[in-house]
Each structure stands twice: as structure tokens, then as C-alpha cells.
């Protein structure tokens, strides 16, 4: 089954303990985006990959790291989480600009609560 | 990317068909319209997309107004799982980095 997973689905931590959510996808999709989802303010993207070692700010970066080793995987880093990072995170993929056909595939979703 | 416009909410009965509007009186013309969904704290989930003509898939069918200001999406028997937020969304397929840039949406609720 075509599908995106993200671990943890649900984490509360406590500020400046670093974290790791991962996020991974069976579609040999190029394209990986992180977005995460507050209300009110809706979706924002925080970085997405273009490929394997291509990565690039989206509109809300600060805090946050990625890499991206392998084509499938597409870890989230917070090398020190504060409670403003406290929301609902998204891991998408979609092929790479092929045409008008690239739709994004999202996971599940991992809400996070920094204490 | 355009600006979209939709009711912040709509009421469908379970059964009927839901007719879900949407306004982007500025798109141009290599723009797509796009529609998700989100089903309560969920993943958006991908609904149609189109560029002129109208579209209609297994899940639901999207027509366009041939001046590509407004289009609407359909669901055509609604069903209690068909309540989300429905996202209309406008971009170029050639955007750097495919962002989706969602709005505040519609928030469909279906009822028995």
C-alpha cells in the first residue's frame, strides 16, 4: 500500500531536549515536504527536499533541521525544542514536478507538545 | 500563487450531493485548481485537480466556470465520512518547492 509514515504520532517533551521525528514514504517519491499545522494559521512549510542530498527552507524554518540521506526517508530534527514548536506536524511526498500530476501524499500527522 | 476564497462552513445532508465553492478571480492561466481535504487532525488527503475543463474522478467531480474565476467541487452522495475541511487551492505546477499554500478552507459537516 502507497503510503507516507511518521514516528511518533504523539510526543511531549520537555524545552532543549532534542527530537527526532522521522517520516518515510514507499513511492519512490522525489519530493518530501514538512509542514506543520496551528490554529488559525493553517499549513505552513517548514523544509522540503527535492532529492536525495537536496534540501531548502520552506516559510517557517527557524528551529528546525532536516536531511536527507536516502530517497525515502526524511527525518524532522529539533535540536532544541521550545513550547512555540508545540503543534500538529505533517510529512508529505509527491513525485517531482511531473506535469500537473504531482499530487502530495501526507502521513498521519505527529502532534508534538514542548513543555 | 492565486488567492482563494471559500465559506469558512457548510451543512450537507447525508445522501445529497455537496457543492463545495470556491473563488480565485485572479488565477492565470497556467494555474491548477486543486482540492483536499482534511479529515479531522488527519493528513490532507488529495481530492481533484484541473486546469480548464471539468474534471470527475472515483471521488468527486470539479467544474470550472470557463472564465477560471470560481470553480466548485461535488460530491455527489454525500456520506458522514465526507465531513472535513475542504481546501481549494491554486498553484502553478512549476512552483519552486510544489508548496501547497492552504487557506482556512470549508468546513463540510454532513448529517443524518
Known amino acids: 500500500e502507497a503510503q507516507v509514515t511518521q514516528n511518533p504520532r504523539y510526543l511531549i517533551t520537555v524545552t532543549g531536549k532534542k527530537l527526532t521525528v522521522t517520516c518515510s514514504q514507499n513511492?519512490?517519491?522525489?519530493?518530501m515536504s514538512w509542514y506543520r499545522q496551528d490554529p488559525g494559521l493553517g499549513l505552513r512549510q517548514i523544509y522540503y527536499?527535492?532529492?536525495?542530498?537536496?534540501?531548502d527552507k520552506g516559510d517557517v524554518p527557524e528551529g528546525y533541521k532536516v536531511s536527507r540521506k536516502e530517497k525515502r526517508n526524511f527525518p524532522l530534527i529539533l535540536e532544541s525544542p521550545s513550547p512555540n514548536q508545540t503543534s500538529l506536524y505533517f510529512c508529505?511526498?509527491?513525485?517531482?514536478?511531473?506535469?500537473?500530476?504531482?499530487?502530495?501524499?501526507f502521513g498521519p500527522g505527529t502532534r508534538l507538545t514542548v513543555l | 500563487d492565486a488567492k482563494t476564497t471559500q465559506p469558512p462552513s457548510m451543512d450537507c445532508a447525508e445522501g445529497r450531493a455537496a457543492n463545495l465553492p470556491c473563488n480565485h478571480s485572479?488565477?492565470?492561466?497556467?494555474?491548477?485548481v486543486y482540492w483536499y481535504r482534511q479529515i479531522h487532525s488527519q493528513g490532507p488527503q488529495y481530492i481533484i485537480h484541473?486546469?480548464?475543463n471539468n474534471e470527475t474522478n472515483e471521488m468527486a467531480s470539479l467544474i470550472i466556470t470557463e472564465d477560471r474565476k470560481s470553480s466548485t467541487l461535488i460530491l455527489p452522495h454525500a456520506t458522514l465520512r465526507d465531513t472535513a475541511v475542504y481546501y481549494c487551492?491554486?498553484?502553478?505546477?512549476?512552483?519552486?518547492?510544489?508548496?501547497?499554500?492552504f487557506g482556512e478552507g470549508t468546513q463540510l459537516t454532513v448529517n443524518p
Open positions: 508529505a511526498s509527491s513525485r517531482r514536478l511531473a506535469g500537473s500530476t504531482d499530487t502530495q501524499y
Open positions: 513511492m519512490n517519491h522525489e519530493y
Open positions: 527536499s527535492m532529492n536525495v542530498e537536496v534540501t
Open positions: 485572479t488565477i492565470s492561466g497556467n494555474e491548477y
Open positions: 484541473g486546469l480548464k
Open positions: 487551492i491554486v498553484r502553478k505546477v512549476e512552483t519552486s518547492g510544489s508548496r501547497l499554500t
